[in-house]
């Protein structure tokens, strides 16, 4: 079982590149997440999907942008990377249903390190 | 509002006990639980959904009081597969995204 599946799992940028970091689900999943996770800060939560055709902002959405390309992929774009996007990034995915309450599964992560 | 975790960090001997407690200011629907050892994605502990239920899970169990919008996480006979940091998510409707706090890191050693 596959799960949540995110590439690269480790990426050295240079400021001013861009870069795509992909994430696909199996699990039929309805609701996907990115997070950035930083010593000390916890799990951030930068934009999400809460169904196939949307996206939303969350806690630290600047200088990032979302694709939902279809109900299994979400990807997250650095247009113009930064050394303060320095991060370990996750996806996660969720089933949202009514009268019920499922976790969130995540992905391994990627690690990106931006000079 | 990111939910309030305590203590930042705990060391425990192999069979002692901890208590992780985590707090927010807003009305809750539910909270998760998860740990997340170094260099790995954090996994599924429990949900608690308000009610003021109690789950557990092996010699992990936990408690949600709604009215005082906490949960408490307690490691019983901590074993040194116990280490990492744990991490509460706070949902406020059933349908949101979760809100992590800034994690507690528990060490058992020997």
């Known amino acids: 079982n596959a799960g949540v599946t995110q590439t690269p799992k480790f990426q050295v940028l240079k400021t001013g590149q861009s870069m795509t970091l992909q994430c696909a689900q199996d699990?039929?999943?309805?609701?996907m997440y990115w997070y950035r996770q930083d010593p000390g800060m916890g799990l951030r939560l930068i934009y999400y999907?809460?169904?196939?055709?949307?996206?939303d902002k969350g806690e630290v959405p600047n200088g990032y942008n979302v694709s939902r390309l279809n109900k299994r992929e979400f990807s997250l774009r650095l247009e113009s990377a930064a050394p303060s996007q320095t991060s370990v990034y996750f996806c996660?995915?969720?089933?949202?249903?009514?009268?019920?309450?499922?976790?969130?599964?995540f992905g391994d992560g990627t690690r990106l390190s931006i000079l | 509002q990111q939910p309030v975790q305590s203590p930042q960090a705990v060391i425990l001997r192999e069979g002692e006990d901890a208590v992780i407690n985590c707090s927010s200011s807003k009305a809750l629907y539910s909270v998760h639980w998860y740990r997340q050892k170094h260099g790995e994605a954090p996994v599924f502990l429990m949900i608690l959904l308000k009610g003021g239920e109690q789950k557990g899970h092996d010699k992990i169990s936990a408690s949600f009081n709604e009215k005082k919008q906490q949960s408490s996480l307690y490691l019983t006979a901590s074993q040194l597969s116990y280490s990492g940091t744990y991490f509460c998510g706070t949902d406020k409707s059933g349908n949101t995204p979760l809100v992590f706090g800034k994690g507690t890191r528990l060490s058992v050693i020997a």
């Open positions: 699990m039929n999943h309805n609701s």
């Open positions: 999907s809460a169904s196939e055709g949307t996206t």
């Open positions: 996660a995915s969720r089933s949202l249903q009514s009268y019920s309450n499922q976790p969130q599964h």
